[in-house]
Structure formats: structure tokens, C-alpha cells
């Protein structure tokens, strides 16, 4: 079934069709809220409210084939809404393979890429917190959740052109701020 047909029963008052929804979208937008809280608990802990608040409000959605856009916006929302209540640093863990490095050891070239690798992902995420909070949301949604620019644009319900600038500027701003740390 598709979204669209899982809403509509939801709308109905078929409880299991929203859980279905759930499981669909569960593991992406707790992807994108990890990423954007850099906190495995938190990140629960906002994901299981993103899909109370997105059950509350189904009523509000006006376009069922914009379910997703419309799951990250209030994904975005939720997140944004923890950092005004905390007034707490921007922390990102944006590739959570740096576990995974340290346990090879088959030879000392091996070993010293790890590291490298390592040192690389602790100065991007460093980097990425310094940028405008806009710009790492566009980042974040574009490079880590794969969405399209046009869905990026809804959620942050900006126009087009400024989601993409958004981008370029966040990447070259990023670039800058690495080049700067080395």
C-alpha cells in the first residue's frame, strides 16, 4: 500500500495504518534527527514525538503525497524546538563509522590511515558546528538523507533557489573553515 492509502486509512481511525507509516519511516527520520542532535537518546526520544505530534495533527496534512516532506518538517521543528529549551551547542556526529577504524589493525599503513580517517571526521564535524544553523540543515537533508532540493525547499518552506544557495554557501563556508583548521 502506498502512503497516500495508509494516510487515508489513518484518517479513518485505523490506528494500524499510521504504525505501518511508522515502520516505513521510522529508521530515516531517526537518521536525520541523530545527525542533527548528535545524541542516540535524544534522538529517540524526539523521533517517538515527531510521530506523536505527526498522529495528533494528521487532520492538518492537506497533500497526503507530501507525507514525507511534511514527517521532516516536523522532525525539523521538534529539533529545533530541544536546542531553544536547552540553549545548547550544535553537536553532530556525522558519520558514525569512526568506531569501526579503530578496530583495524592488520598493519601499521593500515593503522595510520585509520587515524588519518579519524582525525578528517573529528575536523569535518568540528567545522560543520560552526556553520549558520541553515546551512547545516540544508546539508544535513541534502547529504545524509538524500532528499531533493524541491523537498528540502518545502520542508524549510523557503523557495527553491534559496535551499540550493543554502547549500553552496554551507559547502564553500565549510571548505573555508577546514582549510583554516589545517
Excluded at 518545502?154 to 547549500?167: C, F, G, H, Q, Y
Amino acid at each position: 500500500m502506498s502512503d497516500e492509502h495508509l494516510l487515508e486509512l489513518a484518517l479513518g481511525g485505523d490506528g494500524s495504518c499510521f504504525g505501518e507509516l511508522v515502520r516505513r519511516w521510522e529508521q530515516k527520520i531517526y537518521g536525520f534527527i541523530r545527525r542533527y542532535v548528535g545524541n542516540s537518546e535524544e534522538a529517540r526520544d524526539l523521533t517517538q514525538d515527531t510521530f506523536t505530534k505527526a498522529y495528533q495533527n494528521l487532520d492538518r496534512l492537506s497533500a497526503p503525497s507530501r507525507f514525507s516532506s511534511w514527517l521532516y518538517k516536523i522532525a525539523l521543528n521538534e529539533c529545533r524546538m530541544m536546542f531553544r529549551r536547552q540553549k545548547g551547542a550544535f553537536n553532530v556526529p556525522l558519520d558514525e563509522g569512526g568506531r569501526e577504524l579503530a578496530r583495524v589493525d592488520r598493519n601499521e599503513a593500515v593503522q595510520e590511515k585509520g587515524l588519518q580517517i579519524k582525525e578528517s571526521v573529528v575536523l569535518l564535524r568540528r567545522a560543520f558546528t560552526k556553520l549558520p544553523k541553515e546551512q547545516r540543515e540544508v546539508i544535513l537533508m541534502k547529504e545524509f538523507q538524500d532528499l531533493k532540493f524541491n523537498e528540502i525547499s518545502e520542508i524549510l518552506n523557503v523557495p527553491l533557489s534559496t535551499a540550493k544557495s543554502r547549500m553552496y554557501l554551507g559547502l564553500k563556508m565549510l571548505k573555508r573553515i577546514m582549510e583554516e583548521e589545517l
